[in-house]
């Protein structure tokens, strides 16, 4: 597999795979080549395999095969044409007809020139692949974090990678000076946090002095305590102001009532450090004991907002990890939405287009994962015509929708005109907002970066670029704070529900799968139970169920005749 998925090889997989299962005879070029085929279909797939077809089929050298062999691997045409010429007058002398030649390069030894694979590195690759998933099935905290490890300095991917995380029920959480090592930390079998490094504008000097206090004392055990281990390598109000901000030092207390008091802290170090150096002595260092003069204390302040909390773990460590924008307020924005079931249509739509109109036998398992997976944010770099949406626009349905801004661009159409395009995130979906000319001067100041807007316009979907879109004829702006205070105001804050709309929705979760589909339910597992021919309907129909309701206990299986598929789901009261 890891050879024939390349350019070249690749043309012949459906051939290899019904010669494999016995669909289709194995033939052969030639007899001469049976013995060098036999283990690949009668498909050439490594470039050991090319040096011993025009070894055995034209009696070229192993010199002269390793010729060929790097004049395909740099792919130039003149020496490719030369080594073709070389090998039909060779095979011809050898009594082999000048057609059959011809076809064994071209269609045998020609397509190499695409990245053909050689075996040896094919088997180390294989093997690697082998002892990965074998990591990932048993040591998924362990393996996804190494990966993030590997990936740090990439922010999309370790977005997908803490996606991962939750997908599996593993916590990623923020640094900590008591736990976070370096890099990317494995705390138990459901947590990993961020480590040290993570953080910006806190060095390696910073990081050394912190590890090297824990190795040596132990953990810190308040924030008087970190003060006076670590000094002014630390204590100073860059690497402090990031430590708190992160979430670093939140075992050791309060953000807001820390930032308030970095002075204090840092008069405290002074103070510690000059008794240090004079060896001065108070009452109670008689004893053996010291409180320094009777020890760090701090003004009173307010804590921080859940809205200051995100937005500062996003500046100091490139995302908010404590929550998102949008947490408990999914009841919320469904109520002051409208139209969102065209929304919910569309998502629908584009992923049953990904698949056959029937999903069949050992498809089902591939269809799946393309309904489970399949990306819902298009890359709109460039604006839409104007003229092209305004004919069409009669015919889009008017939608009002909320979500908090990603990212703006600001651009001009071809007169000049000013145009905004803001790519927007709600409750599970993304949608881009597009402000025309006409409507410029009204609503885009009203654009902020991770601020909450709402937004009303016709809507516009579009399958082959898995976007939403969204003509902003009127939008208003709030922030994460006022709408959450809005939210609790009218009681629904929180995407639990209440006890009594609870148990309306979630006691009968497993009647609702029954009635529809043949369940069978387990101590920690449901397995829903499906015919060959299964169509994609139904498919996106579970889907839709399964995501209707809160994370448990119970993890999804769907039995297509006994061929097992993950859902990737747990599901529970």
């Keep these: 597999m890891v050879s024939l998925y390349r350019p070249g090889p690749m043309l012949y997989i459906p051939t290899y795979i019904k010669r494999k299962h016995g669909k289709e005879k194995v033939k052969y070029p030639h007899e001469s080549l049976a013995k060098i085929l036999e283990l690949t279909q009668g498909i050439a797939v490594y470039q050991e395999q090319i040096m011993q077809i025009v070894q055995a089929f034209a009696g070229f050298s192993l010199g002269e095969a390793d010729i060929l062999r790097r004049a395909m691997g740099k792919k130039i045409k003149e020496l490719m044409d030369e080594q073709k010429g070389k090998f039909i007058e060779a095979a011809t002398k050898l009594g082999h007809s000048e057609k059959l030649a011809t076809y064994i390069f071209t269609d045998i030894i020609e397509p190499f020139a695409g990245y053909g694979f050689n075996k040896s590195h094919a088997a180390c690759y294989s093997m690697i692949a082998y002892q990965t998933a074998y990591l990932k099935a048993y040591y998924p905290t362990e393996f996804l974090t190494a990966l993030m490890v590997s990936d740090e300095d990439d922010t999309d991917r370790i977005v997908l990678e803490i996606n991962e995380a939750k997908s599996k029920n593993i916590q990623v959480l923020v640094p900590d000076v008591n736990e976070s090592r370096r890099h990317f930390t494995y705390i138990d079998r459901t947590k990993i946090r961020f480590g040290l490094k993570a953080i910006k504008w806190v060095g390696d000097g910073p990081i050394d002095t912190i590890l090297r206090g824990r190795e040596e004392g132990g953990p810190y055990v308040s924030l008087e305590d970190f003060v006076q281990r670590t000094g002014s390598d630390v204590i100073n109000k860059k690497t402090l102001d990031a430590l708190i901000k992160s979430g670093a030092m939140d075992t050791l ?150 979500g908090y801004v990603e990212s703006i661009r600001k651009i001009q159409t071809k007169k000049g005109d000013n145009m905004l395009i803001v790519w927007c995130a709600s409750t599970g979906w993304k949608f881009t907002s597009i402000v025309f000319p006409k409507a410029y001067n009204q609503v885009a100041h009203l654009f902020k970066e991770w601020e909450i807007v709402l937004v009303k316009g016709r809507l516009n979907c579009k399958i082959e670029m898995k976007e939403i879109s969204i003509e902003a004829d009127q939008v208003k702006r709030s922030t994460i704070s006022d709408l959450r205070t809005a939210a609790q105001n009218e009681k629904i804050f929180g995407d639990e529900e209440n006890a009594e709309e609870k148990s309306i929705k979630t006691e009968p979760i497993f009647t609702e799968l029954q009635n529809k589909y043949k369940c069978t339910i387990g101590v920690d597992m449901i397995t829903i139970k499906l015919a060959s021919g299964t169509k994609k309907e139904v498919l996106i129909d579970i889907k839709w169920i399964l995501e209707t309701y809160p994370i448990g206990l119970y993890h999804v299986w769907l039995d297509i005749d006994g061929q097992m598929i993950d859902t990737k789901k747990n599901i529970g009261n």
């Design 253 to 402: 207390g309060e953000r807001g009532h820390m930032l308030a008091n970095m002075e204090r802290m840092a008069g405290y170090l002074r103070e510690v450090e000059h008794k240090t150096s004079t060896k001065q002595m108070d009452m109670f260092d008689l004893g053996g004991e010291s409180n320094n003069g009777g020890g760090l204390i701090l003004q009173e302040a307010p804590p921080l907002s859940f809205e200051e909390k995100i937005r500062e773990e996003r500046n100091a460590i490139g995302m908010s990890i404590s929550g998102d924008p949008l947490d408990g307020l999914k009841r919320y924005i469904e109520r002051k939405s409208l139209g969102l079931d065209k929304v919910k249509e569309f998502l629908a739509e584009l992923e049953a287009s990904i698949t056959e109109d029937h999903v069949m036998d050992d498809e089902v398992s591939d269809a799946w994962e393309v309904i489970q997976t399949t990306e819902k944010e298009g890359d709109n770099n460039d604006a839409p015509p104007e003229e092209e949406v305004r004919k069409e626009r009669k015919e889009k349905p008017i939608v009002q929708v909320i």
